[in-house]
């Protein structure tokens, strides 16, 4: 048999990284994404995403009161940076971190968007899929590239079926994407009632966004300070 395929070198804390079978078990799982119609009772949602510095990952959740909207609260996670960025491969880089954050929210969000892609993905199974199948929770794929499809008319279209729509915070493209659980027309409506300000992701995503970065930061801080020599030295 030939080996599979490796990124990552297993040194320096990296795990080695098979993305054949990472492949194969997207696949696997993309058939247990549902996608029911008509409108989810949704009030709270928690935002997720990733941060990372001094070979951290800083995952980080922002719960967000749909009414209003309002920040309920904030959790941050920090976990040693074990997977490299593979493009189709998120899932697996940043699951941790998000997951590890989210669970220390004291509330249970009622769906999640997620900084990354739903089914708008090469094996129709990106990080927002991820999550929402392992955990069994609702989620949205909250996306500024695309992965794959052609933009037509508002809409991302792969293989004839539309798996994301294209929405405009000021003059930022958003995709938004069915990751689990949900309609892409309640993940349309939840989103365009989280664009709270132009120019911005929409509110979960932007605050746990903040979160995480404001996180990494204080390790680059942390990093300088140990780092410049005192007056007595």
């Not at 132009?198 to 300070?225: D, F, M, W």
């Amino acid at each position: 048999m030939g080996e599979d395929k490796q990124d990552g070198s297993g040194h320096g804390g990296k795990l080695r990284f098979s993305t054949e079978r990472a492949k194969a078990a997207q696949v696997l799982l993309s058939s247990r994404v549902s996608v029911p119609r008509g409108r989810s009772d949704v009030r709270l949602v928690a935002g997720l995403d990733v941060a990372y510095a001094c070979g951290r990952a800083f995952g980080a959740a922002a719960l967000v009161d749909v009414d209003g909207p309002r920040v309920v609260e904030r959790a941050v996670s920090e976990l040693e940076e074990r997977i490299p960025y593979i493009p189709g491969f998120l899932a697996f880089r940043e699951t941790g971190p998000m997951v590890t954050a989210l669970r220390r929210l004291r509330y249970r969000p009622d769906a999640l968007m997620v900084n990354g892609h739903g089914i708008a993905h090469p094996r129709r199974f990106g990080i927002a899929s991820h999550i929402g199948v392992v955990l069994g929770i609702r989620s949205i794929g909250i996306a500024r590239s695309r992965l794959v499809g052609e933009e037509v008319n508002g809409s991302l279209i792969m293989d004839g079926e539309e798996v994301a729509r294209i929405l405009m915070s000021g003059r930022m493209k958003i995709y938004v994407s069915v990751g689990h659980g949900i309609s892409l027309e309640e993940a349309v409506r939840l989103t365009e009632a989280m664009l709270t300000e132009a120019g911005k992701l929409p509110l979960p995503v932007q605050e746990a966004h903040n979160a995480a970065t404001e996180a990494s930061k204080e390790c680059y801080r942390g990093l300088i300070r140990t780092s410049v020599p005192s007056e007595a030295e």
